[in-house]
């Protein structure tokens, strides 16, 4: 008798707790539920919103090319929507040379110099300066853009680029908006980066250098292609924020889109554009009204196509650990 108490004991938790375990058991079950449903909906508003927006894009985009033929917008090297009569063009070319030229120029000094400040905090920091240096770096990239165009406007230009290194560029030009783009980009490039270094297990830096191999060596060898599409990711993030980049570049870079590779002069991107027609004053629904419409959609496809292809380098050399 006693052993078959023993054994029935073995069936029950201790202080006889059973209709308290399933309540707790019931409440977490209820609790994961409605977890598990308000991230569905937050991934259901995210693509409805998208949809959304590509909606409204796309309506007056179709109603901008039934006026203007899709060869002129897209082959076109003259972009002046706003002149009045014969002097009207809608030549896009222009709009996308300088939005690429503005977001190289800032890829040029943001992807070293991010890099470079990555491996450094991954690789080569002590913890202390690490938590000192890497906060400090994500906060760069918290300042306002108007205050970073001004910068560019009142500082970069006059001081750095006139008298500082005696170039002769005009008060809006690309070149000062470009460098303080670069500014923009390179704490996005430089966080994303050092955290993907910082995944790559330790197991593989300690058999690198138990074969003999310098901290150099390890981090250009085994540390930086491990982690090559998190830096890949990294980058076209970068990118992707320089291409849509719209305050920089509307107070420092002026507002005349050319296909020319002069930086001491104006330059204007295709955000740029549309936040300087925006707040002009022009007639809803207009053909000029359905330019800002129909750049949108453009910068639209643009930062997707960007984005696939990030994604489909991402998925083709990730890397899983165990």
Request: hydrophobic fraction near 50%.
């Amino acid at each position: 008798m006693a052993g078959a108490d023993l054994i029935a004991g073995f069936g029950s938790p201790p202080g006889g707790g059973g209709p308290d375990l399933t309540r707790k058991r019931t409440t977490r079950s209820v609790s994961e539920q409605v977890i598990k449903g308000l991230l569905a909906a937050a991934a259901v508003l995210s693509v409805v919103t998208t949809t959304g927006i590509v909606i409204s894009l796309l309506n007056e985009t179709i109603q901008f090319f039934g006026e203007v033929p899709i060869g002129d917008y897209l082959f076109g090297t003259d972009w002046n929507p706003l002149a009045g009569g014969d002097s009207q063009s809608f030549g896009v070319l222009p709009l996308v040379f300088s939005t690429f030229y503005m977001t190289g120029i800032g890829l040029l000094i943001a992807v070293p110099l991010g890099l470079a400040a990555a491996i450094y905090l991954a690789e080569y920091a002590t913890p202390r300066v690490r938590k000192t240096i890497k906060p400090t770096l994500e906060v760069l990239a918290g300042i306002p853009t108007i205050v970073l165009g001004y910068f560019a406007l009142t500082y970069i230009t006059p001081v750095i680029l006139r008298d500082l290194l005696g170039i002769e560029v005009q008060v809006f030009n690309g070149l000062a908006a470009g460098i303080v783009l670069g500014i923009l980009v390179l704490p996005t490039i430089a966080s994303v980066t050092e955290d993907a270094l910082s995944a790559v297990p330790r197991a593989l830096r300690e058999g690198a250098f138990g074969m003999g191999a310098t901290k150099r060596q390890v981090v250009t060898r085994v540390v930086f292609p491990a982690a090559l599409s998190g830096i890949v990711a990294a980058l076209v993030l970068g990118a992707s924020r320089a291409v849509g980049e719209t305050v920089i570049i509307l107070v420092a870079g002026g507002a005349s889109p050319n296909l020319s590779f002069d930086l001491t002069g104006p330059q204007q991107t295709m955000a740029a554009f549309i936040a300087q027609t925006a707040r002009g004053d022009i007639s809803t629904g207009s053909t000029e009204f359905l330019t800002i419409y129909a750049v949108g959609f453009t910068l639209f496809v643009i930062t997707l196509v960007l984005n696939a292809i990030a994604i489909g380098f991402v998925r083709k050399f990730r890397q899983v650990y165990e």
